[in-house]
């Protein structure tokens, strides 16, 4: 059973059996689309509850969707890189290998390259400065998980049905069709104007592009698509999906240099359909909050 390979702010892993209770039927689902993939905690879940024939998956990140499309195609390749990274794994090289210059590495260094920052960088945080270079230090682990061979195979096993790219979330409306499942997981609106932190990739992720997202979530839904969107609970985000279902769902955010500023918070969930009953019977599982961001 495949399972998330990377850690990633606002990773959805603790929130999955919330969100099984929301997912539409799967003799309603074919196709399923994923425009924010992130770590992809969502699409592994979907794969197994809902079991769709067909899965497109994008991201505007060059460099995760890199990834997702090298274990597709390449997934020894990585798994061998990965495996020098594990036993080269040091200070020095954690900042020799962030050093490096992407444009001349190849998909397999680039891909094994960001698997080993993620699971040895501080927090698991996915962050780039303003020349779009990762810039997070490393974290403080004993023995960090780096090389997980079994579980990238089952990810490549589980991608061989998935269509993977780069693109704006906008594309998804070329892509969807209706009948499809289509679920965004935007960079959040921000709680609060010093909780700003959508620096996954070099543009920041404003209100205009939650205006935007909200249009392409209202035409998707005219089409037919049963789509369902995540994000924080804002007056904003309430006031731009005030026409659809709006659920709250509790989760625990651990991105925070304060700790007594992590806990439960409260978010969203907007669908477009009423889900069916659904008896989930997998209980939440219990997580090292220093370990994980997803």
Not at 171 to 178: F, G, I, M, S
Request: hydrophobic content about 40%; charged content about 30%; aromatic content about 10%.
């Amino acid at each position: 059973m495949a399972s998330p390979f990377l850690k990633w702010a606002g990773g959805k892993s603790q929130l999955l059996p919330q969100f099984e209770s929301l997912y539409p039927a799967a003799e309603d689902v074919e196709r399923y689309l994923e425009p924010f993939v992130g770590s992809g905690a969502v699409f592994f879940d979907v794969r197994k509850v809902l079991l769709p024939k067909r899965s497109i998956l994008s991201d505007n990140n060059a460099d995760l969707v890199n990834v997702w499309k090298t274990l597709k195609q390449r997934v020894e390749d990585v798994i061998a890189a990965l495996d020098r990274h594990r036993r080269l794994h040091s200070e020095r090289h954690y900042y020799a290998v962030r050093a490096q210059k992407i444009d001349d590495l190849d998909e397999v260094e680039r891909a094994a390259r960001l698997i080993y920052m993620n699971k040895t960088c501080f927090n698991g945080l996915y962050r780039v400065n303003s020349k779009g270079q990762f810039n997070v230090p490393l974290g403080r682990y004993v023995n960090p998980p780096i090389l997980d061979a079994e579980n990238l195979r089952a990810v490549c096993e589980v991608l061989g049905r998935a269509s993977i790219k780069v693109a704006h979330f906008r594309q998804t409306l070329k892509d969807a069709r209706p009948g499809d499942f289509v679920y965004f997981d935007p960079p959040y609106d921000p709680l609060s104007q010093t909780a700003y932190f959508t620096a996954y990739t070099e543009g920041a992720f404003g209100r205009k592009d939650q205006a935007e997202l909200a249009d392409v979530y209202a035409q998707l839904a005219r089409r037919g698509c049963r789509v369902m969107l995540s994000n924080s609970d804002t007056e904003f985000v309430r006031s731009l999906y005030r026409d659809f279902d709006v659920r709250t769902v509790t989760a625990r955010r651990t991105i925070n240099s304060r700790a007594d500023r992590r806990g439960p918070i409260g978010e969203v969930v907007v669908i477009n359909y009423e889900p069916p009953a659904r008896i989930v019977t997998r209980k939440p599982t219990r997580r090292r909050a220093s370990a994980r961001a997803d």
